[in-house]
């Protein structure tokens, strides 16, 4: 069964800091893996896609994120945060075409100054 | 574009009254979902569609309806509400060829 695995509910990191959030999924076949960001009383928004191909990619606001098969992880990077990253990330494994997401259960970032 | 819009945006109902959200996208996307959002529990799949007229349960539809007359449209209905149906909902599409899933607003329900 597909499942996501977001090991930290919360993270705090000091603006300027790198981040890194980690993602861990179990899926029987090829992933598509998701990186979201929900800020408060927001819906989400995407900030990364993997597919296939090169296993880093670029996402908006910065971000990047890592697909490493072996380690069956996707975990999402920022070199220097901003207070405004402060939110709350969830990553989402599913399949090609029709898709029913699983998501994690979320990282919620907090950024001090 | 309006992309997904979700109505209403605040709700508040007793114990066994009913109610119907809508969800619309203008995006002429095949796939809409529904999922619901609990602290600690991130998102789970009440139902979902693949097109015009099909509807199929996710992984937690109990108590909950939904229709799908219209391309455009995707509704979710409370039958009697429960106050373990308090939670944010959100509608999402897309087309299935990019896979990219797009989020409505939300809609923040409390039973009483």
């Known amino acids: 069964a597909q499942s996501v695995t977001q090991p930290d509910i919360h993270i705090t990191v000091s603006e300027g800091a790198s981040l890194e959030l980690r993602c861990n999924y179990s899926?029987?076949?090829?992933?598509?893996l998701f990186w979201y960001v929900q800020s408060p009383g927001q819906g989400l928004q995407l900030l990364l896609k993997?597919?296939?191909?090169?296993?880093l990619v670029q996402g908006i606001k910065g971000f990047e994120a890592e697909f490493k098969r072996s380690q069956s992880s996707f975990n999402l990077r920022k070199p220097s945060v901003h207070w405004s990253d402060a939110a709350e990330y969830f990553c989402?494994?599913?399949?090609?075409?029709?898709?029913?997401?699983?998501f994690g259960t979320g990282t919620r970032l907090l950024v001090s100054p | 574009n309006a992309g997904v819009t979700q109505t209403p945006k605040f709700r508040v109902l007793k114990t066994g009254q009913s109610m119907t959200l809508l969800c619309a996208q203008d995006m002429n996307h095949e796939y809409m979902y529904w999922y619901r959002q609990d602290p600690g529990m991130g998102l789970r799949l009440i139902h979902y569609?693949?097109?015009?007229?099909?509807?199929a349960k996710g992984e937690v539809p109990d108590g909950y309806n939904v229709s799908r007359l219209k391309k455009q449209n995707f509704l979710l209905g409370l039958e009697s509400a429960a106050p373990s149906q308090t939670s944010v909902y959100f509608c999402a599409s897309h087309t299935g060829v990019s896979s990219e899933q797009y989020f409505g607003p939300g809609t923040r329900l409390t039973v009483t």
């Open positions: 993997y597919f296939s191909g090169d296993t």
């Open positions: 569609s693949v097109g015009e007229g099909t509807t």
């Open positions: 899926y029987g076949a090829t992933p598509y």
């Open positions: 989402a494994v599913g399949g090609t075409g029709f898709q029913k997401l699983v």
